[in-house]
């Protein structure tokens, strides 16, 4: 098993998937996505991803993104491959893919399905340990309210001691700034990555917490990063105003759109031709679309600007 020996921090942005208005992949769009993306300023993208309307994705599809996304970005900026699923075989080979085609770190929430099925500890470390033995590369645990599995913190060190690749955790559930802290403070050095989500909606008070990266979308990730930049220069009060200015934008996202939100902003920056989503998701409504533009407007993130 192989170790990384560079620490990722700062703004790791989910590259969203465009269809075309028939519902189909939209292959160039993709590539204009993550042109758009390395010229906001990232420090690396996430991809297949929640974010990604990854559970519309055929395996076919996925795998095609998988190999067009590492290709297109070719070493531009490190990429962060999700590759969750129930299975462990299936997630086991989904790691070693996205290793063996340049992925910098994997993504994995806990097994789950449904509502009602879920690995013990035992089972999650074995099916984390298994991947990270696959795959080589570090692993990020993702902490999010969608699997229904409590992660405690204790479970979360264990993970970070016992598996090597395991160092990052992407914590998005509510509380995210307490359970940053507690993670920290129980886990040490081991915590290497610890990063909040959620659109940074929290971001503030989870750098207060010892966060030391976020994962938002791309709708305004190059409004974000300066608040991580004030904010590691010990320039706070810079960092909370810079805050404040954008989190009208981040709440509105967060509340009213979902995951749609940088599609329709992209779209009408002409960075994509289409905002689809796939059924059964719902297009944006037009109330909640003018309300998105407007605000968007008045802090121009390049993501409106890019293709225009």
């Given at each position: ?150 992660l405690s913190i204790p479970f979360l060190v264990r993970l970070a001691r016992e598996i090597p690749l395991v160092r990052y955790f992407k914590i998005e559930v509510p509380g995210a700034a307490t359970k940053l802290r507690g993670l920290r403070a129980a886990g ?121």
């Open positions: 098993m192989t170790q990384s020996t560079r620490s990722y921090t700062g703004v790791f942005p989910v590259a969203p998937t465009p269809f075309t208005a028939a519902g189909d992949l939209d292959l160039e769009g993709q590539r204009r996505v993550l042109d758009c993306m390395i010229d906001q300023g990232v420090d690396g993208i996430c991809i297949l991803a929640n974010y990604s309307e990854q559970f519309l994705l055929t395996d076919g599809e996925r795998d095609t993104l998988n190999d067009l996304c590492l290709s297109h970005i070719a070493g531009r900026c490190p990429v962060i491959v999700t590759c969750s699923h129930f299975s462990t075989q299936i997630a086991v080979e989904r790691g070693r893919k996205a290793a063996a085609t340049g992925a910098t770190m994997l993504m994995l929430m806990p097994p789950y399905h449904g509502a009602g099925l879920r690995a013990d500890e035992n089972g999650m470390f074995e099916h984390f340990a298994r991947v990270a033995d696959a795959a080589s590369i570090p692993i990020m645990i993702q902490d999010a309210p969608l699997s229904g599995v409590q040490g050095d081991t915590i290497e990555g610890p990063f909040d989500g959620e659109e940074s909606i929290t971001l503030m008070a989870d750098l207060e917490a010892g966060a030391t990266g976020t994962m938002p979308s791309a709708l305004l990730p190059d409004l974000i990063k300066p608040v991580l930049t004030y904010y590691h220069a010990g320039q706070r009060k810079e960092a909370a105003a810079v805050y404040a200015r954008i989190l009208p934008l981040i709440n509105y996202e967060n509340r009213q759109c979902g995951l749609r939100a940088t599609k329709t902003v992209m779209m009408e920056g002409g960075v994509i031709k289409s905002d689809a989503v796939r059924h059964p998701l719902e297009p944006l409504h037009p109330t909640a679309r003018t309300g998105l533009i407007e605000i968007a407007r008045e802090l121009q993130p390049l993501a409106l600007r890019w293709g225009k």
